[in-house]
């Protein structure tokens, strides 16, 4: 329906991708989680966003479970009055998507995005090539629905007022990495009093590198004498494995992983999963992520879940066959922390 041609300028050139081949960082200790969260500051509104997560938490414990969705990509700022920064190419399409088909499915949804990022509902309206106001016509003096667009969009309307007037979605942003690894923790642990009905799905691509606050110059960096720009980052530590074992333990999680060589991405996820030591890792292909994914489980197990070209052609999206999927398996490990 897009009136105007998207060149698809923000679609990565694969073959241009840096060489991911060397060995993966290690996994953050204790030690680690204590060094990191004690040299950088919390930011200032995390306590308001903890009573949100709190009071929403409590609202639904009983009743339903809960999702943490992670949505996006994290930026890395190299001034404290941030004018430059290092950000990813994560639109939070995955997350948006998938957001609503666990609302679909009952579940409450704590959406923990890029501020921005596209949003569970809005996003069919936000970021397409379509400006927003040609969903709008003028009828009588009066502002009114296009009716090209208007059945369409009462389907949204109905489910996104089903989702809030129900309470059941959370919106919770960050930006930088650091907003990001705080907020995770902090949601971590307000989710862990939900048990085994606890799900997080971590579909942010977090960065890697960061340049730690006690390297980070307050102001605008200068021009140099040299003409280059030397920046020396340090590597984020991989809380992943915090989260299974003390965050949130009675929890399941899944991770995802995205490559763009189809020949490592079933051994890295494999290694993901016993590194981590949690239930579900979803790996993806930058350049196929929107028509296939594969589940890989600790057992070795792998389930693809792949769109049929028909799906394709009727606009069918991937996030409403990976969800069930994934809740099928939640339900699973429910009944297997029941019975311990
Ligand atoms: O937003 P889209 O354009 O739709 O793209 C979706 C996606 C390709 C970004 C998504 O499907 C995806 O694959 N996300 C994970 C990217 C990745 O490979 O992350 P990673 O290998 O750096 O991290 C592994 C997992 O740990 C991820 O689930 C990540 O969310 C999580 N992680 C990583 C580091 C960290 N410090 N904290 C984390 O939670």
Redesign the pocket.
Request: proline content about 3%; glycine content about 10%; cysteine-free.
């Given at each position: 329906m897009s009136k105007h041609r998207s060149y698809g300028t923000a679609h990565p050139e694969p073959q241009t991708a840096i060489d991911r081949t060397h060995a993966d960082p290690p996994v953050a200790e204790v030690l680690d989680e204590d060094r990191y969260f004690s040299s950088h500051k919390p930011p200032a509104y995390l306590p308001e966003l903890e009573e949100q997560m709190t009071k929403f938490i409590e609202f639904h414990a009983g009743k339903k479970n809960v999702v943490l969705v992670?949505?996006?990509g994290t930026t890395v700022p190299l001034e404290n009055n941030t004018v430059r920064f290092i950000d990813n190419?994560?639109?939070?399409?995955?997350?948006a998507t998938s957001a609503e088909y666990f609302l679909e499915n009952d579940y409450a949804v704590i959406f923990l995005h890029r501020e921005y990022s596209l949003l569970p509902y809005s996003r069919h309206y936000s970021h397409t090539t379509n400006c927003f106001l040609d969903y709008m016509t003028e009828i009588d003096n009066k502002v009114q629905i296009n009716p090209d667009f208007a059945d369409e969009m009462l389907v949204v309307l109905r489910k996104y007022k089903n989702a809030t007037e129900s309470n059941s979605l959370l919106l919770i942003p960050y930006t930088t990495v650091n907003q990001y690894?705080y907020t995770?923790k902090s949601a971590s642990t307000i989710m862990s009093r939900l048990d085994s009905g606890a799900l997080f799905y971590?579909?942010?691509?977090?960065s890697?590198f960061f340049l730690p606050q006690s390297r980070m110059p307050q102001h605008k960096i200068q021009s140099q004498p040299s003409g280059k720009l030397v920046i020396d980052l340090e590597q984020?530590?991989?809380?992943?494995r915090r989260l299974v074992d003390s965050w949130a333990p009675s929890a399941m999680i899944v991770?995802?992983?995205?490559e763009t060589d189809n020949s490592i991405l079933l051994q890295k996820s494999l290694t993901?999963l016993s590194r981590y030591q949690h239930q579900l890792v979803i790996g993806?292909l930058?350049q196929t992520?929107k028509k296939e994914v594969v589940l890989v489980t600790p057992d070795e197990k792998t389930e693809w879940v792949r769109l049929s070209e028909q799906e394709e052609k009727n606009g069918v999206e991937i996030e409403s066959l990976i969800v069930p999927a994934v809740i099928e398996r939640h339900h699973k490990w429910i009944e297997s922390k029941r019975k311990e």
């Open positions: 992670t949505s996006g190419f994560s639109a939070g399409t995955r997350g690894l995770l971590l579909a942010a691509a977090v890697d984020v530590p991989k809380f992943l991770s995802f992983k995205l993901a993806n930058l992520r």
